[in-house]
């Protein structure tokens, strides 16, 4: 069966540090891969989707953003953390249609 | 551009009551549509699909949905809430290929 990891599962980071959020998927090949956004009250917001290794699109223009080295894994990333970056990042996979979630990430800029 | 809409921010049952919780879709191609529940500081998990034929799909733990094509509604039902159904839950929709498109969620409070 597939699972889907990501960690840490929580981060506190100084404003101006850099951020990595790593995502892996076990047992599928070839998943579309998505980064989400869950800050308070505002529902999912799209970051980033990928539809194969090196093969990045981004939905929202902003200071992150995201690698896919591997089949299966799939990296977030910021050079200098906003304040504003703070919320819940959710890694997500599909083969086309129903999304499937990981545990999230609950990141506070400090 | 095409929206997902849940009317409902909060929504509070007494445990064993019935539930309903509403979703609606802006007018597009036939739809996929998807409910996630998610408990506090946890991932989204799938509760149910509908792809195409019988319109009243049935999911995980007790819950079923129906979609309306001349309402663009896809409601979520639960004949009798359990303390443990207390999370947020969400609508999604997916036309043709396009990209998941999420409701901003209900959050469910069960009162004992």
């Known amino acids: 069966s597939q699972t889907i990891h990501q960690w840490p599962a929580t981060l506190v980071q100084p404003v101006g540090s850099p951020l990595s959020l790593e995502c892996t998927v076990e047992?599928?090949?070839?998943?579309?891969l998505y980064w989400y956004r869950q800050a308070a009250g505002r529902g999912l917001q799209l970051l980033f989707y990928?539809?194969?290794?090196?093969?990045i699109s981004s939905e929202v223009p902003q200071n992150l953003s995201a690698s896919r080295p591997q089949d299966r894994q799939f990296i977030l990333s910021s050079k200098k953390l906003l304040l504003s970056d703070s919320g819940f990042y959710l890694c997500?996979?599909?083969?086309?249609?129903?999304?499937?979630f990981g545990p999230g990430t609950r990141l506070t800029v400090t | 551009a095409q929206s997902v809409t849940q009317p409902d921010i909060h929504i509070t049952v007494s445990e064993g009551a019935s539930l309903e919780l509403r979703c609606n879709y802006s007018?597009?191609?036939?739809?996929?549509l998807f409910w996630y529940v998610q408990s506090p500081g946890q991932g989204l998990q799938l509760l149910l699909k509908?792809?195409?034929?019988?319109?009243l799909v049935q999911g995980i733990k007790g819950f079923e949905a129906e979609f309306k094509r001349s309402q663009s509604s896809f409601n979520l039902r639960k004949p009798s809430v359990h303390w443990s159904d207390a999370a947020e839950y969400f609508c999604?929709?997916?036309?043709?290929?396009?990209?998941?498109?999420f409701g901003k969620g209900t959050k469910l409070t069960v009162n004992p």
């Open positions: 047992g599928t090949s070839n998943p579309n």
């Open positions: 007018y597009g191609a036939t739809p996929y």
């Open positions: 509908y792809f195409s034929g019988d319109t």
């Open positions: 997500a996979w599909s083969l086309g249609g129903e999304q499937y």
């Open positions: 999604a929709v997916q036309w043709g290929s396009e990209k998941l498109v």
């Open positions: 990928s539809v194969g290794i090196g093969q």
